[in-house]
């Protein structure tokens, strides 16, 4: 099975993107959505983040407080990576978990939609590397958008990630989504197309 492995930084658009692979029919493992999931108590992962970050971590209901989070691993590097640590090793045994499912199907093509894809080892999975960048600026007006935040912690949560020349270096393909999204569909079809996996 061919597994595309799909990242980026935080406001490329790369879910956009990761919609485009779905549309051509290629099935989606989406790995925020899992460690979403595996955080919902009762939890092993929560426990363990919460073993280490404390209680100041968790809303009133006992769920995770993302904000809070955000707000120690964003400015901390060496927070940041212990968050890394205890998250990924969670979601990449669900992760390979799937793909083995999807091997049992003779699935031909399976895309794996990864912002931490490099940080959690999830590229050595991968046959492909396909990561979405865009301007600086323009992700920084995304991310505000999306989640809420001001330009501080954007910029913070920008910081904390890897650098388009980092993303360029380690790709097969890199999409630049600077533009409207209707010029995503065509970039993504050619891409497929050299693959093998469309005709």
Do not use: W
């Amino acid at each position: 099975m061919l597994v595309i492995g799909l990242t980026g930084p935080s406001g490329s658009g790369k879910s956009r993107v990761a919609a485009l692979f779905e549309q051509f029919g290629l099935p989606r493992i989406d790995a925020d959505e899992i460690y979403h999931a595996l955080l919902l108590p009762p939890s092993p992962c929560l426990d363990e983040l919460t073993e280490h970050f404390g209680a100041q971590i968790l809303a009133e209901d006992g769920t995770l407080n993302r904000r809070a989070l955000g707000q120690i691993v964003f400015h901390d590097p060496a927070e940041l990576a212990i968050l890394n640590e205890i998250s990924h090793r969670y979601v990449m045994a669900e992760i390979r978990r799937r793909l083995e499912q999807l091997r049992r199907e003779n699935t031909h093509a399976a895309v794996l939609d990864a912002p931490q894809l490099f940080e959690a080892g999830a590229d050595r999975d991968c046959n492909i590397i396909v990561s979405v960048i865009a301007d600086p600026m323009l992700r920084m007006e995304r991310i505000i958008q999306r989640d809420g935040i001001d330009e501080s912690a954007a910029a913070a949560r920008m910081a904390a990630q890897k650098s388009d020349v980092f993303f360029r270096s380690h790709s097969d393909y890199v999409i630049e989504n600077n533009d409207t999204p209707e010029r995503l569909f065509p970039e993504v079809r050619r891409i497929l197309t050299e693959m093998g996996v469309m005709l």
